[in-house]
């Protein structure tokens, strides 16, 4: 019989938390399936709300379908003007992560009942927050330039809206095209940290704004969300073509990490970074040239040279940034936009955990005392552990 220690895994690396029919990664081959159907065809084929629809209806939908679930959302994209209002009081600092998962919260107030027996309540909570997302995410953005939020347009579809409440002007087609792409892309992947994170809420029977919010909040850290962010930091500082291999080189030497590249899970080239660097180099032809993207590609190449063979390639925030920044789009907002997109993956996630639901209780090995004495406070000493060892457990 295996002993607790054994059984015990750091991370819970590997260990199944969940079975589930949404997405199927497999990372020796580069496969990542959203309920079944590979994501080169999804990006190619499909649009953002057609896949939101894929993922948590779990199956493609008709003509008639698609329309009225985009109808639905593109009528509900307003938010209360309680919740703008909330978000003046948010400090213009703040990160946008934290007033999403603060806005993503607060909306479990204004649509408080709960109800996840009936059908109704479900589709009206998978609207919600698939419309206010995007709503909230640019409205911080503006108020904290000091704007009024921009009002959603009834008239663009979800990708271009999004962009539109950022600048108040319309789009060009294709770049709100790639934009709804990287949604795709970035709609859903299996069983990471932010999904684990909705699906252990979600297995409380709380509200979906409080299953959502704790994604939000988990998918914020640096180990998680954001790498795409300082993939564009790392360019900037490397500065040129013939400044990679010294920089690649100075990195291993210092076993320093390299922005954009590893995963868990992919031992080959993330296939969304494929598709990432397609996009990219199609937008680099229509709209200009990005500076780093040589730097980048470089880059690439040199990683290979050096580590490839321990199965580090470009991970999807290697181009994603890139993308990005030609998009016009500020830089601490590329987390929000993974969220904006992971919400149609966790939704899915919180209706399957609702279908099978037993509330998740894992246990501990306890490593700590027995039998102490309660301490008087006049003979306590002071504890030197906690001046001196800043790893020690108290
Ligand atoms: N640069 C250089 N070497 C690396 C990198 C990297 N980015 N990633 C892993 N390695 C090396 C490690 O040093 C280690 O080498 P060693 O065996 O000689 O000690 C080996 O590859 C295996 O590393 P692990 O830590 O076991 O890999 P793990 O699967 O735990 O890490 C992770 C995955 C966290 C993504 C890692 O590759 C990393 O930190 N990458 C940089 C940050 C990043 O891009 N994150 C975004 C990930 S995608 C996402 O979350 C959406």
């Known amino acids: 019989m295996m002993t607790d220690s054994e059984v015990f ?17 497999d990372g020796t081959d580069g496969i990542l399936e959203y309920r079944g159907i590979r994501i080169e065809e999804l990006a190619k084929s499909s649009s953002f709300i057609e896949v939101a629809y894929l993922l948590i209806w779990g199956k493609l939908p008709t003509q008639g379908e698609l329309e009225e679930f985009e109808y639905e959302i593109r009528t509900h994209r307003r938010i209360k003007y309680h919740i703008r209002d909330m978000m003046k009081c948010f400090p213009e600092t703040g990160h946008p992560m934290d007033a999403l998962q603060t806005s993503a919260a607060a909306l479990g107030l204004f649509y408080a009942r709960r109800a996840l027996d009936d059908p109704n309540y479900i589709r009206a909570a998978v609207v919600r927050l698939l419309a206010k997302i995007p709503t909230m995410v640019a409205a911080f953005h503006m108020i904290r330039e000091g704007n009024d939020p921009i009002q959603p347009n009834d008239k663009l579809d979800y990708a271009s809206n999004f962009l539109y409440m950022l600048t108040e002007k319309e789009p060009d087609p294709f770049a709100a095209k ?3 792409v990287c949604l795709t892309l970035h709609a859903e992947h299996t069983m990471n940290a932010s999904t684990f994170s909705a699906r252990v809420t979600a297995s409380t029977l709380t509200d979906p704004y409080a299953v959502i919010a704790s994604a939000v909040g988990t998918l914020a850290g640096p180990l998680h ?13 490397i500065g040129s073509v013939e400044n990679v291999r010294p920089y690649v080189e100075k990195c291993l030497a210092n076993k320093q990490r390299i922005m954009g590249f590893g995963h868990r899970v992919y031992k080959v080239k993330d296939p969304r970074a494929i598709i990432l660097q397609d996009l990219a180099e199609q937008l680099f032809a229509k709209m200009g040239h990005d500076e780093y ?6 880059l690439e190449k040199v990683v290979e040279e050096y580590v490839g063979q321990k199965g580090i390639y470009p991970n999807v925030d290697f181009y994603s940034g890139l ?3 030609k998009l016009d789009i500020p830089s601490d907002l590329f987390t929000p936009l993974f969220a904006i997109a992971r919400v149609a993956g966790w939704l899915a996630h919180w209706k399957e955990q609702l279908s099978v639901n037993k509330i998740y209780r894992p246990t501990q090995i306890y490593i700590g005392d027995h039998n102490l004495s309660y301490v008087p406070m006049t003979e306590r000493v002071v504890s030197v552990a906690r001046n001196e060892d800043p790893n020690a457990i108290i």
């Open 9 to 25: 895994k750091e991370g819970l690396a590997g260990v199944p938390a969940a079975k589930s029919r949404v997405s199927h990664v």
């Open 293 to 298: 993207y040589e730097i980048a590609v470089e």
């Open 323 to 325: 993308v990005y920044r």
């Open 225 to 237: 969300g954001g790498a795409n962010e300082e993939v564009l930091n790392m360019l900037e500082e």
């Open 178 to 180: 790639v934009f709804d």
